[in-house]
């Protein structure tokens, strides 16, 4: 919390670069963006608690109509000045309740976790790969890939595909870099109309801060060319899905150095993982079906945890809870040259405070447990057979949706983490859009039965 003279300083300095106006922008259960506007002259205002917000009208902040409002408090020192707004400082913003942080507020719930691992004497880096498709939305609802050309079974790296959608492509990406944000590679991905950027990690709370708004950012400049930028895990049944892999380490915060990264030559499994980071991942399987409730959030994220499905290859989107080297077919990877652990599983849907928070948390009680994981697993995962698979004792990641919110409320380390209320919130949400699938009629249904009936 900065001072008022602190406060009045970032008023002027805001004020002198054209901002007019502050958001403070919070997010709900699903990890939307929700927030007030309040004139420049009310910063100060603003970063005392003014805003007051009716709970029960939003998702999964655990109010009635009959409870006191929760306010949203501005973290000033996560401004970004929106680029194509510049008359507007959008601020990420954590939820209190009568002057105390709200427990039902997953970006609350991030820096409380974060607190536990400072206490350790650990910091938590963290890097979110941002895959989206760009496409055509019709006034009927269906999507299309907007470039006819962009057809190729494997149109990854397509250089044609990439530079068809330049304008789109530049925009994002200088966005990201005037930012300061440290764009270092982006491309066409696997799928028809898909694309990837990968900007630098940091500390766990900016790149959470960062992902929400990179989700906004790239659906205004995309609606600026008449189309529909979309995170949603898997909109074409027949193409690769939208992953948010989470890539993560572990800092000494006195130092800075990497606690995970080791010579492979010291490493007797040879990823170049220290036996702190294996610790790690040790409690990420422990909680491995737990955590893909949050990873992968949605009724259509189940769709892209396939093997192959209705594609013409290898799906590349993980279905077991288990580790490797640089093999895409577990749930976690170990990139080459170590130093980090990935998990494949998180999708594009997430809510990234509350992937986080659970991903460190599950971490760093494999820590103090000192889990540990077991053998890299090296092969092809997808072709392994039954038997195989459960002499090695390899968990199938949850199927749909709602073996993940039973794996998820079944976890006692969930509540640990979260409190009975956040926990609950999701639960109920979740449990809700699970029965609201299963309550719709889909037009596979209409064509499969109408007339075998």
């Excluded at 006819?148 to 925009?171: A, H, N, S, T």
């Excluded at 060319?225 to 892999?245: C, I, Q, R, V, Y």
């Excluded at 130093?339 to 971490?363: I, K, Q």
Aim: glycine share 8%.
């Amino acid at each position: 919390m900065k001072n008022s003279e602190e406060i009045k300083a970032i008023q002027q300095d805001l004020k002198s670069k054209g901002v007019k106006y502050c958001l403070g922008a919070y997010v709900d259960i699903h990890g939307i963006p929700k927030g007030k506007f309040v004139p420049i002259d009310h910063l100060t205002h603003m970063a005392e608690g003014s805003e007051l917000y009716t709970g029960y009208a939003l998702d999964g902040l655990g109010q009635m109509p009959n409870d006191d409002e929760i306010a949203s408090v501005p973290d000033l020192g996560h401004i970004i000045q929106l680029p194509w707004q510049p008359e507007v400082a959008w601020m990420p913003a954590d939820n209190t309740y009568k002057g105390k942080p709200y427990e039902i507020s997953t970006r609350v719930a991030l820096k409380k976790v974060l607190g536990q691992a400072a206490d350790m004497g650990f910091g938590f880096n963290l890097g979110i790969e941002g895959e989206l498709f760009v496409l055509k939305q019709h006034e009927d609802g269906t999507l299309q890939v907007p470039n006819p050309d962009d057809r190729l079974v494997k149109p990854c790296y397509d250089v044609r595909g990439f530079m068809d959608q330049f304008d789109w492509l530049d925009k994002v990406a200088s966005c990201i870099n005037e930012l300061g944000w440290d764009l270092y590679s982006f491309d066409h991905e696997d799928a028809n109309g898909q694309y990837e950027f990968d900007f630098m990690y940091s500390d766990a709370l900016t790149t959470c801060d960062r992902f929400i708004f990179f989700r906004y950012m790239t659906k205004h400049y995309a609606k600026e060319e008449g189309l529909l930028a979309t995170f949603m895990p898997k909109p074409f049944s027949d193409k690769t899905g939208n992953g948010a892999h989470f890539n993560m380490s572990l800092y000494d915060l006195d130092s800075g150095d990497n606690l995970f990264v080791c010579n492979p030559e010291e490493d007797a499994r040879g990823l170049g993982l220290t036996e702190l980071g294996y610790y790690f991942i040790g409690g990420l399987i422990k909680h491995g079906r737990a955590l893909c409730a949050v990873f992968s959030p949605t009724v259509n994220s189940y769709k892209r945890l396939v093997r192959q499905g209705d594609m013409a290859y290898f799906s590349w989107a993980p279905v077991f809870n288990s580790f490797g080297s640089n093999n895409r077919t577990n749930s976690i990877r170990v990139p080459m040259n170590g130093g980090r652990c990935e998990s494949r599983n998180a999708d594009g849907a997430l809510n990234p405070y509350l992937a986080a928070t659970l991903a460190l948390a599950a971490g760093l009680e494999g820590i103090r447990e000192k889990i540990d994981p077991g053998s890299p697993q090296d092969d092809n995962l997808y072709e392994l057979g039954e038997e195989e698979r459960s002499k090695r004792g390899i968990e199938f990641l949850p199927k749909n949706l709602s073996e993940a919110i039973e794996a998820f409320a079944e976890d006692p380390f969930v509540e640990q983490v979260l409190g009975e209320e956040l926990r609950d919130e999701f639960i109920r949400y979740k449990s809700q859009e699970w029965e609201a699938y299963h309550q719709t009629v889909s037009s596979w249904e209409i064509e499969k039965y109408s007339h075998l009936f």
